[in-house]
């Protein structure tokens, strides 16, 4: 029987120069759609998932993150006494359990890889998700879930797949596959940002991943031998070549590149218009500016 997929890693040390200067002091994960900050999107991903240890990889600066995971008693009381119960209730509703959160502390910037492999010591012999919060998907059923559910099928180690435009390869890990099964496919190896004439399929890599501890075993090697950025896509792929199996996971949902400051601004009017509270005033401001646009033309 496969285990089961119980912890995942959020890499978020980074520095987030593309917010430059909001992230001097704000860390972008904290940095709000609509009124929930982009790491509260991704717990909630994980918690459908099934997801019951989250594992923080920090930086300095990043204790406003830490701190946004505290219970708030204080804050809860004054709403209880007023009778806001609907905003308790979204309140009581971001509370994690005691001891659910661990936060490691990556003391260089030295890559997503080099992240991951600084929390291997709370892994131990289990697989593992990575989640990285910058990537925010929309959906009907969770995009982790998904593929834990595929995952529970197939083992191997999956990542989230997506179709992107040639010309946007550069800017992914991209899959070679071997197999095309439809929602999933074989993966024969992963090319790390090629140009467009050099990536193997329009198969991108997204911030979703399930991972076998092997991995972390390849990111050990990798990590002494490197002198630059340890890529995580580098230590999947050398799995491959010990014979273990790599799918790409074909997920169903919308997925918004949070860590770019256009894809934030489409995922703040998309998720404003899919709220109840905010869809009408929104659309028609939105069809006002268009208008304006239109007339300009
Ligand atoms: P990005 O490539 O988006 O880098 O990292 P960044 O620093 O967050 O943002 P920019 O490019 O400077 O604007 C992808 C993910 O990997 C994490 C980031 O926090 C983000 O979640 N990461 C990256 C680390 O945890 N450590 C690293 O050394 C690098």
Request: hydrophobic share 40%; aromatic share 6%; charged share 25%.
């Amino acid at each position: 029987m496969k285990k089961k997929v119980t912890k995942a890693i959020f890499p978020v040390a980074g520095m987030g120069t593309r917010f430059l200067p909001a992230t001097k002091s704000v860390p972008k994960e904290i940095m709000t759609l609509v009124d929930r900050p982009l790491v509260q999107y991704a717990i909630d991903e994980a918690r459908e998932a099934g997801i019951k240890e989250f594992i923080f990889v920090t930086s300095r600066g990043k204790g406003a993150l830490e701190d946004y995971f505290d219970h708030a008693p204080q804050l809860e009381q004054e709403l209880r006494k007023k009778g806001k119960d609907e905003l308790l209730e979204t309140l009581q509703s971001t509370n994690m359990d005691s001891g659910a959160i661990a936060y490691i502390r990556q003391h260089k910037a030295l890559g997503l890889g080099h992240a991951v492999w600084c929390a291997r010591r709370l892994i131990a012999n289990e697989p593992f998700a990575v989640m990285l919060p910058d990537d925010v998907i929309a959906g009907e059923t969770s995009c982790l879930k998904q593929m834990v559910e595929a995952y529970a099928e197939t083992g191997g180690n999956m990542v989230a797949a997506m179709e992107v435009e040639p010309q946007h390869a550069s800017s992914y890990g991209m899959l070679d596959v071997a197999e095309d099964m439809g929602q999933l496919v074989k993966v024969r190896g992963m090319v790390e940002k090629p140009k467009t004439e050099d990536a193997p399929s329009n198969l991108a890599v997204i911030g979703r991943y399930i991972l076998e501890p092997s991995v972390l075993r390849n990111l050990n090697q990798i990590k002494s031998g490197a002198g630059g950025e340890v890529q995580l896509t580098d230590a999947i792929a050398r799995d491959i070549e010990q014979e273990n199996n790599v799918y790409g996971y074909r997920f169903r949902g919308q997925r918004f590149d949070c860590g770019s400051k256009s894809g934030f601004l489409q995922a703040t009017v998309a998720f404003g218009l899919a709220r109840d509270d905010l869809r009408d005033d929104l659309q028609a401001y939105l069809q006002s500016v268009m208008q304006v646009d239109k007339a300009a033309e």
